[in-house]
């Protein structure tokens, strides 16, 4: 009797620790995250370098477009892809940044009404939300969280501003999921000319403005496909772009003045002056200067930060100006494109 009784006792000790022992969460909750009172003061503490700011957000897909799904079909990549955004937006705009969003339900947006509507808002940011499907649709193993860039370093068309963006986001976003940055890359951001060599994406390609598109995770993913069910783990997700951004940002972003506008030729030579500034400094390292997309020498003086370039040319016509700089935290100068125009009388204008 004695032994039953200790045996029962035993199976109801054993009893009240299974009930306490729950199942292994799916995700852990960021610390700056996990309590409100936190989370609204690292939004404050970002709005300081994000405040004023006009960020494009487009959600991929939706409406017609839902066709990309897990195999047991319950989580579709339209849907997550709104969620984020539209987290997204809400921290953005408790940071004093202005959105602007390619849809804010599931509706079909075509791809190139997207880049349209981003180059009209003047938007400073173009960011483009999805989530990832493997080759093979049978796998459901592969899963890691990539950010994608336009074009490759070595391509004329290539802005390392976008590539320092998209390593912002990615580091902080991979960093909350707990996800790889993936094996085709060192530290997550891809080229998009890995997916369409020479063209990448359509909405990379057609905005005027530093874009980038981020591709979460796999949804396909047995696990992943769990978490991005879950709409706290979608604020997650979010609060990691956000981060990235408010990084970015902090980091400061070089600015380029045309010293001289207007001006005649002296000897046959084109003299053009840059004045590069930023509170950080600029790191010499990384200076370039193109013209008619060839890459030529400058002199840089450290003490007044300006880039000075002499080129040999009096023809008419018009001819693409580009300079490129960072500074000493690495950020580089947003696109500096501008059009050197020459004409008969020996007189040169430079403009937008
Ligand atoms: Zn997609």
Redesign the pocket.
Known sequence: MRKILMNAFALSLLLLFLSHCSAVPLFEYPPDWKEAAKRDSVVKYYSKFLSGKKIFLDA??GGEDRK?KNQDGNVV?ADV?LKVVQNLRNYLNAAGVETILSRDEDKTVPLAYRSELANKSGADLFISI????PAKWEDNYTNYTSTYYHAKETDYEYEPCERDLAKYIQRDLSYVMGNPGGLGSFDGTYSDYIIYPGEGFSVLRKTEMPSVLV?CAFHTNRLEELRLNDSEFNQIQAWGIFRGIGKYFRSGIPQIELISDSTKFENNLLKLSFALIDSNGINTKLLQFFFNKEEKNFSFDKTTNILSVEIENSNEGEYPVRVICANKNGNHSLPYHKKLFVNNSGYFLLKD
């Open positions: 991929g897909h990309n990549e892809n999805h989530h990832n499907a591709e």
